[in-house]
């Protein structure tokens, strides 16, 4: 059955099966974002609880592969997940299909190292640093990156002075999912505030490390504010839209 079929999508994309207000074009999980069909498989049960609670999200592991392999059954030709958090289950969803799988857009990571001079560093602009760094930074080598190392720079939304602009994108989710995310919103969504608020964060960690010559953007929820991350701090920005359009030219034509 593998890769039996073609429907003209050769990405596929695992996304949670919520919707909330930062999900417009220009986000990561929406469909017409791209130029290209991309072929959606929801996941019904995202997260999976744990003696550590909700304070932080404990991927389905066996619901992704179950996914993985639905969609390479499907036809496509590579998989993208919705969340960079999920980067910890990079060689397990490697190893279970047949297919590349881009977990997170903290694969990148390794690439902006090697294209820098040594003296340069890459910051990593995340929805949540606590969690990039729980487990033995889990997450981070899942992806490829040494750590600890004095050429990663880590700033999270979450621990800033901005927390409460940005969960506002979250505005929509199921009251359920919002307590298991420990998520508050206390004011309505405004493309214009959270871009003022990540815009901020981004061009702090800069002034604090004038020596990050390009910056990861690890939460699918950021492309919306790329280019206005690029215009603000004159650096490279890599986000995971344009990494899923890299992956689509990558695999047309792939049989």
Same mark, same amino acid.
């Given at each position: 059955?593998?890769?039996?079929?073609?429907?003209?999508?050769?990405?596929?994309?695992?996304?949670?099966?919520?919707?909330?207000?930062?999900?417009?074009?220009?986000?990561?999980?929406?469909?017409?974002?791209?130029?290209?069909?991309?072929?959606?498989?929801?996941?019904?049960?995202?997260?999976?609880?744990?003696? *550590?609670?909700? !304070? #932080?999200?404990?991927?389905? =592991?066996?619901?992704?592969? &179950?996914?993985?392999?639905?969609?390479? @059954? +499907?036809?496509?030709?590579?998989?993208?997940?919705?969340?960079?958090?999920?980067?910890?289950?990079?060689?397990?969803?490697?190893?279970?299909?047949?297919?590349?799988?881009?977990?997170?857009?903290?694969?990148?990571?390794?690439?902006?190292?090697?294209?820098?001079?040594?003296?340069?560093?890459?910051?990593?602009?995340?929805?949540?640093?606590?969690?990039?760094?729980?487990?033995?930074?889990?997450?981070?080598?899942?992806?490829?990156?040494?750590?600890?190392?004095?050429?990663?720079?880590?700033?999270?939304?979450?621990?800033?002075?901005?927390?409460?602009?940005?969960?506002?994108?979250?505005?929509?989710? *199921?009251?359920? !999912? #919002?307590?298991?995310?420990? =998520?508050?919103?206390?004011? &309505?969504?405004?493309?214009?505030?959270? @871009? +003022?608020?990540?815009?901020?964060?981004?061009?702090?960690?800069?002034?604090?490390?004038?020596?990050?010559?390009?910056?990861?953007?690890?939460?699918?929820?950021?492309?919306?504010?790329?280019?206005?991350?690029?215009?603000?701090?004159?650096?490279?920005?890599?986000?995971?839209?344009?990494?899923?359009?890299?992956?689509?030219?990558?695999?047309?034509?792939?049989?």
């Amino acid at each position: 059955m593998k890769r039996k079929f073609d429907f003209g999508e050769a990405i596929g994309m695992i996304v949670l099966k919520q919707w909330y207000a930062a999900v417009i074009k220009g986000h990561h999980a929406y469909a017409s974002t791209y130029d290209f069909p991309i072929r959606i498989k929801f996941v019904e049960k995202y997260l999976i609880n744990s003696e *550590k609670g909700f !304070d #932080l999200p404990n991927f389905n =592991l066996s619901e992704f592969i &179950k996914c993985a392999k639905e969609l390479e @059954e +499907e036809g496509v030709k590579a998989i993208t997940l919705d969340c960079g958090l999920a980067g910890g289950m990079q060689e397990e969803l490697a190893n279970a299909v047949d297919i590349p799988v881009f977990s997170s857009n903290l694969l990148m990571v390794p690439l902006a190292l090697r294209m820098l001079k040594k003296d340069k560093k890459v910051g990593i602009l995340t929805d949540t640093s606590e969690y990039l760094l729980r487990d033995n930074c889990k997450v981070l080598r899942g992806c490829g990156i040494d750590i600890p190392s004095p050429r990663i720079v880590i700033k999270g939304m979450m621990q800033s002075e901005y927390r409460d602009v940005w969960v506002t994108q979250y505005l929509g989710m *199921k009251r359920e !999912d #919002l307590e298991k995310w420990k =998520l508050k919103p206390l004011g &309505k969504f405004n493309l214009q505030k959270v @871009e +003022e608020a990540i815009v901020s964060v981004a061009r702090k960690m800069v002034s604090e490390n004038p020596d990050i010559g390009a910056i990861v953007l690890e939460c699918t929820d950021m492309p919306l504010w790329a280019k206005a991350i690029r215009k603000s701090t004159g650096l490279l920005v890599f986000d995971s839209v344009s990494l899923v359009k890299y992956i689509h030219d990558a695999t047309v034509g792939v049989h």
